[in-house]
């Protein structure tokens, strides 16, 4: 099997845990390469569900081997809770997970900061996790970072963090006191972790360059979802990190070359969570009856996502970026109900219709797509393994999803449990 990406094509919360969760049996290796803990992957095994936001999905597989990599940015504290998590349902990480030296910390501070950032947006405001995640890679690129090689040297752990704090006094003031001081305390209090965080360290780079020589097999984990990638995506409604299939290699240290297979993960529908444009979202009862069928609540945040019909302009855009190869199509049973389904072919804007995806906000916000209507199957999908047993206007809808896309799609979700698949 070559090593494989597999990559969200629309943003996010496509399902691409399970995806690699399925395809993590064909592996060794599971690496994640970008990302922090403002994303969930949420895996059904034997109707007991696994949500992890950190650690890859690859922990639930026994003897497999799984990497954070340096292009994520890990808070040590939600990492360690999630893996206390993992041993109390019996899995454990020991000697199979590692850690790059060269990945950032968010440190609390970041989380504080990220809040009261929000809140002077006000109706501009991006609609983030309050995770800590974009001021964590503001820092890293500002060149004033904390990486986690940093806490094996107190010395310069704590010179670094009261730089960090003393270069934010003017915002940080707007706290009471008591929280300044209590902030401080909680940041340096982050170095308490090093005894556990040390024997996981490891050249990421130099171990999956060997492991590969060796033979071994690799999925590469991302988070998030193409139109959520810092510099393709809804800009400035993304994440701070890259994640389309160039993530992989500026996030593990590896060259393009050891790079396969990208597997494509593509909803069935489309949906995003948080502010920003979205021209296919559906305000109506579709778009109600889409998210409760869909179950379509964050699993790091809890908050509703806003649901619509697929969009294959959006799509053959991040085809273009990732260089898809196949095709995972997921939660075709969500749109069971449908008598008539949607998908967007293109975008009318200022009197022209358009079939090609411009990452620009004024023309997303003010573009009305442009549909074409497929019949729908009203019979239902889920749990069905064999594609013969699809009903004929289901496989029809497949199938021309794969045809727009020119791409051959090769699993098919049809419920969120790990034997809910199709494979072809």
Known sequence: MPNRVVVGTQWGDEGKGKVVDILTEEADIVARYSGGANA????????????????????LH????????????IDLEHLFSELEELKKREITFQKRLLISPNVHLVMPYHKVLERLEEKARGKQKIGTTGRGIGPAYRD?????????????DSQRF??????????????LSLLPEHELISLRHKSL??????RKVKPLLTDIGLFLHRSIRNGKNVIFEGAQGTL??????????????STTVGGVCTGLGISPALVGEVIGVVKAYTTRVGDGPFPTEEKTKVGEILQESGNEFGATTGRPRRCGWLDLVMLKYSFRINGVSKIALTKLDVLDTFDKIKVC?????????????????????????????????QKSTEGITNFKRLPDKAKRYVDFISQKLKTPIFMISTGNKRDQTIRL
């Open 158 to 171: 704590e010179q670094r963090v009261e730089f960090n704090l003393r270069i934010r006094e003017g915002l």
């Open 40 to 59: 969930g992957h949420t895996v059904v095994i034997d109707n007991e569900k696994f949500i992890l936001h950190l650690v890859p999905t690859g922990i």
């Open 345 to 377: 072919v293109g975008y009318r804007y200022r009197g022209k219709t358009s079939t090609e995806f411009v990452p620009d906000l004024r023309t997303l916000q003010n573009c009305q797509p442009v549909y074409k209507e497929i019949p729908g199957w």
């Open 140 to 152: 890293k690129i500002a060149r004033r970072g904390i990486r986690t090689i940093d806490l094996l």
């Open 62 to 73: 026994k003897n497999k081997v799984c990497v954070i990599g340096n292009g994520m940015v």
């Open 189 to 194: 209090n982050v170095l308490k972790l090093r």
């Open 228 to 241: 959520l990638d810092i510099d393709f995506g809804t800009y400035p409604y993304c994440t701070s990190s």
